[in-house]
């Protein structure tokens, strides 16, 4: 029985090609902008999660910020110092500690002056491994910098296209930065990152003559093997908050463990995922009231139709489930159709984003609950759909039917 009213629910539709389509159109453009973006954040939230875990989740990220309100003349953007620096190092459960110097400078080549970001790179050995763990620092041309090198600096991959300057810079050029010449000794790899691929990286020193600062923009904190990494950081906020003297509430600095960097990036994430999905649900909404439409329609035409088919020992609720299938239907289609559209979508994103920027930040993740659940759900929304129409041709008796 509810395979010939599948059937003659197929011939239904088939029947009327044209309106067919078109009430699956709202369903399948609703479907499709939901499949993109879940499986392109998805995707976006993997590749994330894979970089910090390559990086590490032994891994402490210390800023300066802004204090909380407190009296005046405490309201001054925060700093890092040599002395922070020394205080962390020996704080119980830090392996080791690395000062970073991140600054904008005045970069010229072939004639053209820019504006770009500069970071240093700490003097101890230990500490210049762990920058480039966490900065996931890998050398495409060239080589690395050593503590030693001065007047020598390494570049983003960007510097050796012509994004950032009308002349490829290559191994062996040399630049102005400031006022002062230095020899470009490596080209770093392609990472994705915007400003990981735009910056310029020089030794500690070369750095604190050039911008004139003393203090580090983030410390980079590698927590002792066994140690509980929320534990170092809690007990590197207090030993900070004793050096610089300052209560609870109104630190000038940031303690973040990579795994809460992880979840501020997927809560953000999140939230703006949930924003364009309730714009794309508008679009399934009216793809539901489309197919409320045809079915009311189609009950109208089919008014005799009922009428015989009741006449003939037809029940309400088998006329009931013939509409709410046929609805049903048109919601599965549209939906079938809307994911196939999506995935597309999603995958062209993903290789204009990979020529792009070179990188798989950007990628599509299409889980199974993805693809089966939007099947099922939009069958779902075209039977709701479809209800309330169903409903009037059940109720519908077969003389009246049969005089319309």
């Known amino acids: ?87 962390i190092k020996q704080t119980q459960g830090v392996k080791v500690a690395a000062g970073r110097i991140i600054q904008s400078v005045k970069i010229e080549f072939n004639d053209i002056a820019k504006a770009q970001f500069a970071a240093s790179m700490p003097k101890d050995s230990s500490a210049r491994e762990l920058i480039k763990v966490a900065q996931n620092m890998k050398i495409q041309d060239g080589r690395m910098l050593k503590p030693k090198d001065s007047g020598k600096v390494i570049l983003g991959n960007n510097f050796a296209s012509k994004e950032i300057f009308d002349k490829n810079i290559r191994i062996g050029n040399k630049i102005l930065i400031g006022n002062e010449k230095f020899e470009v000794i490596g080209i770093l790899k392609k990472n994705g990152n915007p400003m990981r691929d735009d910056i310029i990286i020089l030794n500690e020193d070369d750095l604190k003559e050039i911008s004139g600062r003393n203090d580090y923009s983030t410390i980079f904190v590698q927590v002792q093997e066994g140690s509980d990494v929320n534990n170092v950081a809690e007990k590197l906020t207090r030993a900070l908050r004793r050096r610089k003297n300052q209560k609870e509430g109104f630190e000038d600095f940031e303690v973040q463990t990579s795994q809460e960097l992880i979840d501020s990036f997927n809560t953000i994430l999140n939230i703006v995922q949930i924003f364009v999905l309730g714009i794309a649900a508008i679009s399934i909404i009216v793809g539901g009231i489309g197919i409320m439409n045809t079915m009311y329609t189609s009950v109208l035409e089919k008014t005799k139709e009922i009428g015989v088919m009741k006449a003939i020992g037809a029940k309400n609720k088998d006329i009931m489930l013939l509409f709410l299938i046929e609805s049903g239907i048109l919601g599965a289609v549209g939906g079938a159709i809307g994911l196939a559209m999506g995935i597309c979508f999603s995958m062209a994103v993903e290789f204009g984003a990979k020529a792009a920027l070179g990188t798989n930040i950007i990628s599509a993740h299409f889980p199974l609950v993805l693809i089966a659940g939007t099947i099922l759900f939009s069958f779902i929304i075209g039977a709701i759909s479809g209800t309330l129409p169903a409903m009037q041709a059940s109720r519908l008796e077969p003389v009246e039917a049969l005089r319309k």
């Open 1 to 87: 029985m509810i395979l010939d009213l599948f059937v003659l629910a197929f011939k239904n539709l088939k029947n009327k090609k044209l309106r067919t389509w078109l009430t699956m159109l709202g369903i399948f453009i609703g479907v499709s902008m939901v499949v993109a973006l879940v499986s392109l954040g998805q995707g976006m939230q993997n590749a994330i999660g894979a970089q910090f875990s390559s990086i590490g989740v032994d891994k402490i990220i210390i800023q300066p910020t802004s204090p909380g309100f407190g009296p005046p003349g405490q309201d001054s953007a925060g700093n890092l110092s040599e002395k922070d620096l020394k205080t």
